[in-house]
């Protein structure tokens, strides 16, 4: 596992599992096979609801807690002092844990400066180690990164070869803050997995398009949190680090890059008034 150290010192792992849309009756499951598998960094979120099944498998695992990298995220419905405060001590309880190693904002709507001095304070009581957002464009991550005390050390976005946020990732480098990506493998959209660059690419070092799509983000500095169910495929996302991509082929895939979302944008009017209604 390669590492990076984030801007208050503490290292986290460059590749972690994710379980955005995991069932939560199956959650358990999963991270226990992803652990047993060499997975040591997880990455959950309130709005998953599965929080529990990671805690579950974290705690039925035998690895040391401090050998484990917990990340969970306040979700729009918690925004604001008082109910953040309250929902980061609810997570702590679904996580069976005493402490959590990334706190992150999901999305950035409500009232998120009310959650950021909730995640600050409990920075600063050592219920979490890290503290960043998630979503958050330029704009708002500068805005942010001005007026708080502890400045955000991660920013999770939207991250695949079709939309690499080389703007974005330049601002987070400015400002200090790890890039993370979500939707590594843009979810199979645009035909990801037969993208003919990528599989081209990959049969050079014998590896799938997937593991040549991580490791482009890796060695662009960005880290990584792709999600499966199956156990096989976990194992190879997981081996991605006894290979190094060329200056030609990082080039070439850095020609794929569409510079918009495969998904949906956070100034979309429509988008928002979908995110900020869930869970009220």
């Given amino acids: 596992m390669e590492f990076v150290t984030l801007n208050n010192g503490v290292k986290m792992p460059m590749l972690g599992y994710g379980v955005y849309q995991v069932d939560p009756a199956e959650c358990e499951r999963c991270v226990a096979d992803a652990i047993s598998v060499g997975y040591r960094s997880i990455d959950t979120a309130q709005a998953y609801y599965n929080e529990e099944g990671v805690g579950a498998a974290v705690a039925k695992s035998g690895v040391p807690r401090e050998e484990l990298f917990l990340t969970t995220k306040v979700w729009i419905s918690n925004a604001g002092y008082e109910k953040a405060r309250a929902s980061i001590d609810e997570s702590l309880r679904k996580l069976k844990t005493d402490y ?103 049969a050079k070092y014998g590896k799938s398009s997937a593991q040549t799509a991580l490791r482009f983000l890796l060695q662009s500095g960005v880290v990584v949190i792709p999600k499966s169910t199956h156990r096989e495929r976990m194992v190879q996302n997981l081996d991605v680090f006894d290979f190094a991509l060329s200056d030609g082929d990082m080039a070439a895939i850095r020609g ?9 944008s956070h100034y979309d009017p429509e988008t928002v008034e979908f995110l900020t209604g869930l869970g009220k």
């Fill in 100 to 202: 959590i190693d990334l706190l992150l904002i999901h999305q950035p709507f409500n009232d998120y400066y009310g959650t950021y001095r909730a995640m600050e304070e409990a920075y600063q009581a050592g219920k979490v180690r890290a503290i960043g957002v998630s979503n958050f464009y330029p704009d708002r991550l500068i805005d942010l990164c001005r007026f708080v005390e502890v400045p955000p050390a991660v920013n999770q976005v939207e991250t695949h070869v079709f939309q690499q946020q080389a703007k974005a990732h330049e601002i987070m480098q400015k400002y200090g803050v790890q890039h993370e990506s979500w939707g590594p493998f843009a979810e199979g959209r645009k035909d990801f997995f037969h993208n003919p660059a990528l599989t081209e690419i990959g």
């Fill in 256 to 264: 794929l890059d569409e510079g918009e979302s495969a998904f949906f």
